[in-house]
């Protein structure tokens, strides 16, 4: 095995939006099959902006980027990334079902995702006439059934009840085995309870966090972590 195999490696990303100051000025992440890296970051730091830059739906005035060795411009050109914008991208005049067989063509990825109680329940719906949190668990779930080593996943909890966001949790810990996954979210504590490795962006770059108290240096509010925090 190749030392950089199962490996999205990125670094060097600076951007600004037309007439701005710089937005990115060193973004950097190394994300590993295996790891859930978690992207973190106050609104406006360019967390959103970073995956897009990463997956190739924007372009920055400069970014390095590393996919198992091999450097890409897009990293969706590679076909080992997949990313979950903000957005809904399924087709709303689509029912659950084709959409399913429209994502995926892999016959036991398609029962996996068909059977799963939640989604048995729509599979004849059109996607328009579904809530807006089992169009997003459905979402992830044709994602994560994707043949894609690494899985770019922002705002995944925005959106859906507290036990569809258990099973998120659980389909991203149960997948991780043999993919990566960079997520970010403004739910940070959904994100904190299964992530191994936390990223802060701020200042343009991305700084790594050692254990979740840092972030009331820089993130969260004083005492958010600390034990001491009666």
Do not use: W
């Not at 600004?16 to 890296?37: A, Q």
């Not at 997956?55 to 411009?73: D, K, V």
């Not at 328009?128 to 894609?148: F, H, K, M």
């Not at 966090?209 to 009331?216: C, G, M, P, V, Y």
């Amino acid at each position: 095995m190749d030392f950089f195999d199962n490996e999205l490696y990125v670094d060097s990303v600076q951007f600004h939006y037309p007439g701005k100051e710089d937005l990115l000025t060193g973004g950097f992440l190394n994300l590993k099959v295996g790891e859930i890296i978690g992207l973190l970051g106050r609104n406006g730091t360019g967390k959103s902006t970073l995956m897009k830059i990463i997956f190739g739906t924007l372009s920055a005035q400069n970014a390095y980027i590393r996919i198992n060795g091999r450097r890409f411009r897009h990293a969706f050109s590679s076909k080992e990334v997949c990313y979950l914008p903000q957005n809904s991208f399924l087709p709303t005049a689509f029912t659950v079902i084709k959409s399913v067989r429209f994502m995926l063509s892999d016959e036991s990825s398609i029962e996996r995702i068909t059977s799963d109680e939640i989604i048995q329940k729509v599979l004849n719906n059109k996607i328009a006439d579904i809530s807006t949190g089992e169009r997003r668990y459905l979402e992830i779930l044709l994602l994560v059934e994707q043949p894609a080593s690494f899985i770019l996943l922002d705002e995944p909890f925005s959106g859906i009840s507290p036990i569809l966001k258990e099973r998120v949790q659980h389909l991203i810990l149960s997948k991780s085995a043999n993919k990566g996954f960079l997520i970010s979210d403004h739910d940070y504590l959904n994100v904190l309870e299964i992530c191994h490795k936390i990223m802060l962006l701020e200042n343009g770059g991305c700084r790594m966090i050692n254990k979740k108290e840092e972030l009331e240096l820089f993130y969260v509010p004083e005492r958010t972590f600390s034990q001491n925090n009666t």
